[in-house]
């Protein structure tokens, strides 16, 4: 498989490791209508269940492979021939069908979720790339618990399986336990001590349980990683997975630090997709979480509303406009200022002269401190009474 280095591959687990959150389980028909909305975004992968899991899972597989053209179809298995088995039915109908298998790589998950040696792993982790090999041409090995592996074990582990015919390496963060100079220097050291490592693509798939799922990616894509696995608001077991959005925008923010690294996502589509995925899967998006929470373009602080009003960048690094939002929004509290209250009595037509909005200012703040909110009847009779 031929990759672009210049090309950041945006693979989305929303539907697969996101949909594991307790209450936030999708039909097949829901995830059709969220697989195409990612297929405009401009996702490349989209890893659509885990298919021996269930037969609902099994068929919404089978269903978003007909309904996706462009992208590929990813499915979930274990390290053994019937989940593989099963992946390459449920995958029969995709245009570019992906069997993504693996195994616990850390000595943890080896010692006591295998009750196994290193050795044995390794046989196993070569077998199931060999047989998903056989059934398609695109297959990801994931090293589970890569974050806490040996890293000469973890070498020796992607170096095997790429040679049995791993195009894409995920080297997972699985407990999120990584600080990110510790994963980064991770795919360091695999770029320069895994001799077959350019035939193939090492993608980073983080976990948040210490707020540092992005931050891992960043430092992943920094030392070579060109694949990163992330979901829509960052939803995923435990406290999340690495948030989409977030890497978009950091790219795109920080375009210089990256040289020609390149992604097909549009960003315009953030704020959409965002709230549908939070409807549907019935999961809040927490009002402070970067790029698509509420308050993310809401200013309610004086002096950075005042900043702002007189020239954006001051306080805005990202445009309102570029994750589909249409204006920042300037939020009256008894923090805001005389330039706030300005800007939204002028946004009702209302003009006022240096004095009177002096008073207005006073009589305005008396109402602040009594209320949370502030609504434009609350300065339609503010303006009524200095009139």
């Known amino acids: 498989m031929l990759h672009d280095p210049n090309h950041l591959y945006i693979f989305d687990t929303t539907l697969r490791d996101g949909e594991q959150v307790p209450g936030c389980q999708l039909t097949t028909p829901e995830k059709i209508d969220i697989?195409?909305?990612?297929?405009?975004?401009?996702?490349?992968?989209?890893?659509?269940?885990?298919?021996?899991?269930?037969?609902?899972?099994?068929?919404?597989v089978v269903e978003l492979s007909k309904a996706v053209n462009d992208v590929i179809i990813c499915a979930l298995t274990r390290a053994n021939e019937n989940d593989i088995k099963v992946a390459a039915e449920a995958l029969k109908y995709a245009k570019r069908p992906r069997i993504h298998t693996g195994i616990g790589a850390s000595d943890m998950h080896i010692k006591y979720k295998f009750n196994s040696t290193r050795e044995e792993?390794?046989?196993?982790?070569?077998?199931?790339?060999?047989?998903?090999?056989?059934?398609?041409?695109?297959?990801?090995?994931?090293?589970?618990?890569?974050?806490?592996?040996?890293?000469?074990?973890?070498a020796q582990m992607v170096e095997a399986v790429i040679a049995a015919g791993a195009t894409v390496v995920n080297i997972p963060d699985t407990n999120g336990y990584c600080l990110p100079d510790q994963y980064g220097a991770k795919i360091k050291f695999l770029k320069e001590n895994v001799k077959n490592i350019d035939q193939a693509i090492i993608s980073a798939h983080c976990h948040n349980d210490l707020g540092l799922a992005t931050a891992n990616s960043i430092a992943a894509i920094q030392n070579g990683a060109?694949?990163?696995?992330?979901?829509?608001n960052g939803i995923g077991e435990?406290?999340?997975?690495?948030?989409?959005?977030?890497?978009?925008?950091?790219?795109?923010?920080?375009?210089?630090?990256?040289?020609?690294?390149?992604?097909?996502?549009?960003?315009?589509?953030?704020?959409?997709?965002?709230?549908?995925?939070?409807?549907?899967?019935?999961m809040p998006v927490q009002p402070n979480k970067a790029i698509v929470g509420r308050n993310a373009f809401a200013h309610s602080s004086g002096?950075?509303?005042?900043?702002?009003?007189?020239?954006?960048?001051?306080?805005?690094?990202?445009?309102?406009?570029?994750?589909?939002?249409?204006?920042a929004d300037i939020i009256l509290t008894a923090r805001s200022g005389r330039h706030a209250l300005k800007y939204h009595l002028e946004r009702l037509g209302y003009t006022l002269e240096k004095e009177a909005l002096s008073q207005t200012y006073e009589r305005f703040l008396i109402i602040a401190d009594a209320k949370k909110d502030i609504c434009d009847d609350d300065l339609r009779s503010l303006f009524a009474e200095s009139v």
């Open 121 to 154: 792993i390794l046989d196993r982790a070569v077998a199931a790339v060999k047989y998903a090999k056989s059934h398609v041409e695109d297959v990801e090995f994931y090293a589970e618990d890569a974050g806490r592996a040996d890293l000469v074990y973890l």
């Open 303 to 327: 002096i950075h509303q005042d900043g702002f009003l007189k020239h954006r960048e001051t306080y805005e690094i990202i445009r309102p406009e570029d994750v589909g939002l249409e204006e």
């Open 35 to 60: 697989a195409k909305d990612l297929e405009k975004l401009g996702v490349d992968v989209i890893e659509a269940g885990f298919p021996v899991s269930s037969p609902g899972d099994f068929q919404s």
């Open 226 to 232: 060109r694949q990163v696995e992330c979901t829509i």
């Open 238 to 282: 435990r406290a999340g997975n690495t948030s989409l959005e977030e890497v978009a925008m950091i790219l795109k923010v920080h375009k210089q630090s990256f040289g020609n690294l390149t992604s097909n996502i549009d960003s315009k589509m953030f704020t959409y997709l965002s709230r549908k995925v939070s409807e549907m899967m019935n």
